[in-house]
């Protein structure tokens, strides 16, 4: 008893010799901080009108450093300078951060942010739908995000990946969590270039949320959608489109309603402003939004990140919820195209592939890729690799085996949780991912269709009748698009099996969006 008074009599006085030594007494300081407590609660988040002001730039005048004054001469721009942004002083500022909507003047406030290597973020105007206030915002999006797990859980729609991406979501809308915050650099010595930019460097960086890494990882170095396809190679079985090469044109097909969605986009844009896409120049835009047709998750994901990242929560969402839809909305499609009679055509075995053709195979499109198409080549070679392994046999059994199993797996779940940090409700709300929306669900509808049509067209030139059916699986979604088909097909003739059939569309389909996205990356980067 006496040790634990004596112990008590010890701390007391260590607390006393802190609290003599400041200011204000400790006891004080502590009472301040648990009277503020309710205003860290999340009940207080969903209250706020506004974004954190580090996505705005609008600081309190308090956190801003003095404003310059203009009748007396004025001092460096560094002077004018903060962790939270700066004033602008010189013609450089005014003309690097002045665009054609909003154009900048000297004596202009503009916010933001030092990152971890010292680069300034400037902060941006947050429009939310209906002009809702930020926390609403917050509120609404969290049962959105818990309907999407709950088509994951429930309904089984493409679960592996939209239970992340809901989960993350839910994550990134928990205000004042920070799990989406990024790494942020301040107390550091300011410096501006000659173009007007500033720059911080030996500062200390205050540590951003793990789903901001796992996003500046994964996403922004285009990592994680070229692991995924290593993964879906190892799963891939090229032998029903070496088996029968013209199912190609199939594939080839359905990538028109990429082609659809970005010209559908463009128009957006022409009618609603350049504006329209939250600052994103509208053809990188379109590009990003036609990829959604191909219903290839990781490939509109790895083609979004470069071209335009702003949007990416709402691309990744309709890429993935379309392909679980897949079942839902491809048959009335397929039966509103074709006749009783073309849903009945057999088509004939496919003939055995010997091995030799599946090794060189993947090393012959990786070639061409490199000849043609050079920007494709990171999507096109993980493809290929995956599948090499798979195709070599027991001697790389182990490295396929990991690429279509453990590989896989942990980049998925990665995956899902850095796309569902888009969904953030300043990213999500807007009039821009209603209209990314629609334009998705038409690409994906007109894909299936354009597969349909061109088999009904090489019917009109081939001896041997292909089922249309099949020309709906040229869409990438592997293999939900080929069982679809084969399903259809069942219903009207449970004899008529065309699943190894529609593979050949299926996985050219796969090939061909990974294409596109090198060509439209070329063209809009």
């Keep these: 008893m006496k040790k634990i008074l004596m112990a008590m009599l010890v701390a007391a006085g260590c607390f ?42 609008d600081f309190a005048e308090a956190d801003r450093p003095a404003a310059p004054d203009f009748s007396k001469p004025l001092a460096p721009a560094a002077e004018y300078a903060n962790k939270n942004g700066f004033w602008v002083t010189t013609d450089a500022q005014v003309k690097t951060y002045s665009t054609d909507k909003h154009p900048v003047r000297k004596g202009d406030w503009i916010g933001g942010y030092f990152d971890d290597i010292g680069h300034f973020v400037p902060g941006h105007e947050v429009k939310t739908l209906f002009g809702m206030p930020y926390g609403i915002g917050q509120l609404i999006m969290i049962p959105l995000c818990l309907v999407m797990m709950y088509l ?55 540590p951003g949320g793990f789903l901001h890494y796992f996003f500046k990882f994964g996403i922004d170095t285009g990592v994680f959608p070229i692991m995924i396809f290593m ?53 990188k835009a379109a590009a990003s939004i036609g990829i959604i047709g191909g219903a290839d998750g990781p490939t509109a994901i790895w083609l979004t990140s470069r071209l335009a990242p702003d949007l990416l929560g709402a691309i990744a969402v309709a890429a993935y919820s379309y392909m679980a839809l897949v079942p839902i909305i491809q048959p009335p499609i397929m039966n509103a195209l074709t006749t009783k009679s073309e849903r009945l055509i057999k088509m004939p075995p496919l003939r055995e592939v010997k091995k030799i053709e599946k090794v060189c195979f993947p090393l012959i499109v990786l070639l061409l890729c490199a000849f043609l198409l050079k920007d494709a080549v990171p999507l096109i070679g993980a493809l290929m690799l995956g599948n090499l392994a798979k195709e070599v046999g027991p001697s790389v059994a182990r490295i396929a085996d990991t690429m279509s199993n453990a590989l896989i797996n942990i980049v998925t779940i990665m995956l899902g949780l850095s796309v569902g940090s888009k969904l953030a409700c300043e990213k999500f709300l807007s009039g821009t991912t209603l209209g990314i929306l629609a334009l998705g669900l038409c690409a994906f509808c007109v894909g299936t269709a354009a597969g349909v049509i061109m088999a009904k067209i090489m019917n009109l030139f081939s001896k041997e009748k292909v089922n249309p059916l099949i020309g709906s699986a040229g869409v990438s979604a592997v293999p939900m698009a080929a069982r679809v088909s084969n399903k259809v097909s069942l219903s009207n003739d449970p004899t008529n099996f065309l699943l190894m059939q529609a593979m050949g569309p299926n996985v050219s389909g796969v090939i061909g969006s990974a294409v596109v996205a090198g060509v439209l990356y070329t063209l809009c980067r």
């Excluded at 207080?44 to 730039?57: D, H, L, V």
């Excluded at 989406?180 to 501006?192: C, E, K, L, R, Y």
């Excluded at 079985?237 to 190609?248: R, S, T």
């Design 16 to 57: 006393a010799a802190v609290a003599a030594t400041d200011d204000v007494p400790a006891w004080k300081t502590m009472l301040a901080k648990v009277k503020n407590l309710p205003a860290e609660t999340g009940i207080a988040g969903f209250m706020r009108k506004t974004a954190p002001a580090y996505i705005t730039g």
């Design 152 to 206: 994951a859980i429930v309904k089984g729609f493409e679960p592996l990946l939209l239970l992340p991406i809901g989960f993350g979501g839910l994550l990134a809308n928990c205000p004042l969590a920070g799990v989406t915050a990024p790494a942020m650099m301040h107390d550091g010595v300011i410096s501006f270039l000659a173009s007007g930019i500033p720059q911080m460097s030996a500062g200390i960086v205050e």
């Design 231 to 283: 993964g879906v190679g190892a799963m891939t079985d090229f032998g029903p489109l070496i088996a029968n090469p013209k199912m190609a044109l199939l594939g080839g097909a359905a990538q028109f309603g990429i082609f659809f969605a970005l010209f559908g986009a463009l128009g957006l844009a022409a009618v609603f402003g350049a504006d329209f896409f939250g600052g994103v120049a509208p053809v």
